[in-house]
């Protein structure tokens, strides 16, 4: 009867309109061990209903552990995930505070919705894409400090990720905060400060060689020079404009915790504390943070759990185009001018600011009742509240007038879930079952208002707009687990999704999954070469099923046919996990396949229709890969080495396109497209041939020696036919090899991280490889390789002549560079005082260490850094102009009492 009440009471919150976004599913009792300790150990695995024994799970799952997550000095969930599991890939897009990063698990599955796994917190999913634009605003998963995380689980393969349903097609990233430990009141002091700086700075003239140039190029179009000899002479180096916009900024993390409680109630709180000053000026990010967590036992039936967090986040970003102004300001103007009308990067970073200030509230509730012994039923309530603004003052170059945006955003997120699990245990079997339903509505609210100055007379509105919508979602699901002897496993799974976002005859997806294992050798004890053999498959389905806007029922932005359904995404894993040498080795090996067969597209419509696109499930989409993962414990005694290397390749393939070519970015230094055949990062355009040396080779009126030649392939001398496949942003393969060493009391940890065989678009040699001379004062400066363009008296080069034809700035391989790198991405040094001087003072423990951070990029590419671009992903491996990712030094401690 307790269940049809629940039951009505979740209908009555969410009419059968709704149904479930991404519900989270919930097991805290850990049924196979036998024990209520929410905290897992190093030899479980959170499956996210609940958690096994590494040894008893089927699917393809990866654990990061807290001690991982406090080896590298981050401050997003995202950036730590980086080289730290086979098969995913995270690329920092900026080295903006605040900035998010793209996570991609096992490639990429949809082609115009997000590529991001879905992220569950404590068993609610965090919604973390706000306003459909994901750089409108900074990534809220800052909000989560780190120190407070316990483990991160990442589900990869359908066995696993199929019952978080129509989100869980990009992998699920199950996030565990710590709890409270009984009988242990700690209370621990975390501190580190920081100096962050540009890894390098970009080779550009100086401004003798800028105004010697400027007149050369002139003298070349029979003009005066613009600059005299004397003029020329004094500039001298000029102005350095990298120096004056890049700092070395400051970096200080602080965080208080404390944990402990009785066997009945335990808790866990914390508070910290961030400030980090980005390295170019009038950037930084500050966040504040509290957290509350709470166990309780009531009687011996009940228990009750509570999950809190309170964030601030106030954040600092710089104009898009500042680092732009900064490469392309002329060297020979001072950093205060304000005469010459030119781009100066200072001032624009002064006097266009932005600032964002988001604030978090996240909660979750649940009660959970054991009815008899093997039975249990459990109630949860989450809410998921986000509230941003964003304001912008701009000032126009070449009037006073003041354009002053602000943004306000709102979301919230309410849950229920209801669920009913059973297990049972006799002689060699073992048997759990679940079941399950779950409502959740997305409320967003949207208002941007811009207000204008003209010529500094006061502001009065210039425009406004808002919109609304409301999402709605509703599930069923169901699990269970067998195992006989430990040696025999099988695990199934099936969720049932509707979303208001689809018509009724689409709104319900049903998205089953079956995984398998075969423990063949288990030996722990012996003195064998093998110790552990398991083999391990899975096959299911998983689905993408939202896209911004307004449910069915609603207006949309785009129209919508009714036929569209979610993306629905098969996918089989082989898997295989050895061990070795008494247990000295730990092998992991993963064969996978992702098809998508309905993945919707974005096709322009009839400019009569009155909507600018039209949404149809139609293209193809493969996912093929191989993961491995090796630990080692190398040394041991007094002096130990414990090691861990991943390796990851994956190929996409663009299977189906219904014959369409589907242009996504197509501007004269841009074309970026989806093509049948080709991968997802495809790059198409013109493959050069050295330059035009004389003019019986010319092909037009506008072309010269010393422009750009471009290879004629199919004959028509047409260079839009001519595009060609010059590479992929999508890598070859990616790794990583983290080792931890120790002596005594002294602890190194050294972590590498490499990306094979991708390719990125360079656009700023688009601008610094090429040089026009202009009549005012804002000729744009360029590299320094332009000291050897190309001349009649210097023809052997790859540098277009000065004043060149603007067709040398096509998009072409000439703007393609390799994007493989080996990265020193952490080295911590570290010494833990002795017992002798922490009993003294009454700690538990103390830790001094030293750390630094991408200290050495090992890489051919020209630009900043090799990691660029992706978070939409269109613009996956896309170099325009690019906030730089630091170089950081750290010192800090740890203090437990």
Known sequence: MKQYLLSFALFSLFPLTALSHNSSFLLSNNWFKGTQDTTLTIDSVNLGNHSLFRSQFTGAISTISQKQLQQVAVISVDHALKGQVAGVQVTQNSGMPGAAAAVRVRGISTLFNSAEPLYVLDGVPFIQTLSGNANSFLSILNSININDIASIEILKDAGAAAIYGTRASNGVVLITTRRGQAQSNQVTFDTYFGLQEAPRQIPLLNATEYAEL?????????????????EVKAFGKGTNWQEEVFRTAPLLNNQLSYTGGTQAHRFF????????????????????????????????????????????????????NSIY???????????????????????????????????????????????????????????????QESRQIFHARLSNDIRYTKINYSSKTPMLEATLRFHKSWQKHTFFLLSGFA???????????????????????????????????????????????????????????????????????????IAAAWQVIHQQQSKQIVQSLKFRTSYGLTAYGQFSGNDMDHTNSGFIDPTIHPEVTKQINLGADLQLLSNHIQLTTDLYQRTTSDAIVLIPAASSAGYSYFRKNLAGLKNQGLEISINSHNLKGAVTWNSSFTFAANKNIITDLDGLKIVLLNTRNRTFLYSEGQSIGAINGLKTDGLYQSQDQLPNSYTLPGDVKYRNLDKSGNLNSN??????????????????????????NLFLQGVQGDKIYNETLVHLNNFYTTGSDNTDNGSRRLLQHWSPQHTNTSIPRLNGSYSNTVFSDQYIENGSFLRVRQLTFAYNLPPKFTLSNKMLLAKVYISGQNLFTFTRYSGYDPESGGLPIAEQGLDAYNYPIPRTYLAGIRITW
Request: glycine share 6%; no cysteine; hydrophobic share 30%.
């Open 325 to 387: 102004y900064t490469l392309t300001a002329p060297p020979v103007f001072k950093p205060n001018d304000t005469t010459n009308h030119f781009r100066n990067p200072i001032r624009l970073l002064r006097e266009n600011t932005y600032s964002e200030e988001g604030k978090l509230l996240w909660a979750n509730f649940f009660a959970e009742y054991q009815i008899k012994p093997g039975l249990l039923v459990k109630a949860q309530y989450g809410v998921n509240e986000i509230k």
């Open 269 to 320: 709180a914390s508070a910290g504390y961030l400030n980090q000053q980005g390295i170019v000026i009038q950037s930084g990010l500050r966040r504040y943070n509290f957290r509350l967590n709470y166990d309780g036992q009531i009687g011996k039936n009940l228990k009750i759990s509570i999950s809190s967090l309170i964030s601030t986040l106030k954040n600092q970003p710089t104009d898009p």
């Open 214 to 230: 400027i007149n050369k190029a002139l003298k070349q179009e029979s003009q005066a020079p613009k600059y005299s000899a004397a």
């Open 439 to 513: 409502g959740q509505q997305l409320e967003n609210s949207y208002i941007n208002k811009v207000n204008l100055s003209r010529s500094g007379n006061g502001f009065e509105e210039y425009s406004e707009e808002g919109k609304r919508s409301k999402n709605k979602f509703f599930s069923y699901f169901g699990q269970f687990h067998y195992s006989f002897n430990n040696r025999y496993f099988i695990s199934a799974s099936v969720r049932k999704d509707g979303s208001s976002q689809f018509s009724p005859p689409e709104r319900y997806t049903a998205l089953p999954a």
């Open 723 to 748: 595009q060609t496949l010059l590479g992929s942003t999508h890598p070859a393969f990616t790794y990583s090899f983290n080792n931890d060493l120790s002596f005594k009391n002294f602890e190194l």
